[in-house]
């Protein structure tokens, strides 16, 4: 049976050395992979290096590492890194200049001495241990999911990461409250007889790693290419004009959806030109309150006070108008309803690459 444990680190290949003496392994692509805008900028020659690189692990978990005096890495290179205890296998996602600012907006300093060290690249040895140790997260997911419930905790093991070198593995859960798993780290560090580490994830994190298909129809973002998660609040449905429905607004995650700051900058620069929508109207027929907005056809949705029920669309300059009137005490008769009965235009079918049109068996008499 194929190997393919390496797929849950997202290499799209088994890892293959790079040079004939078999020591160096390189990985295929992934979707953390990280695109240096600065590779094509040439580094002044009296300006030395940066020395330090970023290595990513399973998922979304990233970090900065020091490289050892003598070692020199690209991006795509399988690396040892110093771990807690023993040593981490990991990819080399990002070198160069480039690492210095991603340094700098984590602000973390890299003359730190909490920043690890890379240790060697990957020999045939550390990929071997490494593959058996990816083989081993799924089994002991489920190992430990039966522990949990035998120990009736109120928790869900999403994820396991093995540490490179077998001697440590990471636990992703989910709680709603806090829970007391002292007697589970007992219980597993006997069972796999390695060191346990819990840690806690939100559920926006434990999507990203379970993965799926969002309404769109197409992958999950935080699956694929989202790695950091913005808060999402009900402001930016409201901004948009979408009906505040939770089971559409809803993502896999039960939050909001994360594709609803995707263009709130748009809707935001947009109806900055429009007037605003809690004033109230004034007309002769009664007083006018804001009901809806369509941002694109520029007009706004009234309705007078004594019949709620009956939406009447304005115009955004026959509002401002409006407004501006009642500054100077003029009151108008009523609102122009602005005309929306437009004729639609019918596209005539043209048959230049061979099809029929749809509707050709349709009654023409009906």
Request: charged residues 30%; glycine residues 6%; contains cysteine.
């Amino acid at each position: 049976m194929e190997n393919k444990g390496y797929l849950s680190r997202g290499c799209n290949g088994f890892p293959k050395p790079s040079h004939k003496k078999e020591t160096v392994f390189k990985h295929g692509c992934n979707k953390l992979d990280v695109y240096d805008w600065l590779k094509d900028i040439p580094t002044p020659a009296d300006l030395k290096g940066f020395d330090c690189v970023e290595v990513r692990f399973k998922n979304s978990r990233k970090d900065f590492f020091k490289l050892t005096p003598g070692i020199e890495v690209s991006v795509g290179d399988i690396v040892a890194v110093e771990a807690t205890p023993g040593h981490d296998i990991g990819i080399v996602s990002l070198t160069g200049n480039l690492v210095w600012f991603q340094m700098r907006k984590k602000k973390v300093n890299p003359a730190s001495s909490e920043v690890k060290k890379i240790y060697r690249k990957s020999k045939s040895s550390d990929i071997e241990k490494w593959v058996s140790a990816i083989e081993q997260e799924q089994p002991t997911m489920f190992k430990a999911r039966k522990i949990a419930i035998e120990l009736d905790l109120e928790m869900k093991i999403s994820d396991v990461e093995y540490q490179g070198d077998k001697t440590k593995a990471i636990f992703y859960y989910t709680a709603d409250a806090r829970v007391d798993f002292r007697e589970l780290i007992k219980r597993l560090a006997e069972e796999f007889m390695i060191r346990i580490e819990m840690r806690q994830i939100g559920v926006r994190q434990e999507s990203s790693r379970l993965g799926g298909i969002g309404a769109c129809g197409r992958e999950l973002c935080c699956s694929t290419w989202l790695t950091q998660f913005k808060s999402v609040s009900t402001s930016s449905a409201r901004l948009q004009q979408l009906s505040l429905n939770p089971q559409k607004l809803a993502g896999q995650c039960s939050k909001l959806k994360c594709c609803l700051n995707y263009e709130y900058d748009t809707y935001f620069d947009a109806i900055k030109d429009f007037p605003d929508s809690s004033k109230i109207l004034k007309t002769k027929a009664g007083d006018a309150i804001h009901q809806k907005t369509d941002i694109f056809r520029g007009i706004m949705w009234y309705s007078y006070t004594a019949s709620t029920e009956r939406f009447i669309p304005v115009s955004v300059e026959k509002v401002r108008e409006v407004i501006e009137n009642n500054k100077n005490n003029i009151i108008p008769e009523m609102l122009d309803e602005l005309k929306l009965h437009e004729e639609e235009k019918k596209i005539d079918f043209e048959n230049v690459v061979g099809q029929d049109d749809i509707t050709r068996f349709d009654d023409k008499k009906r």
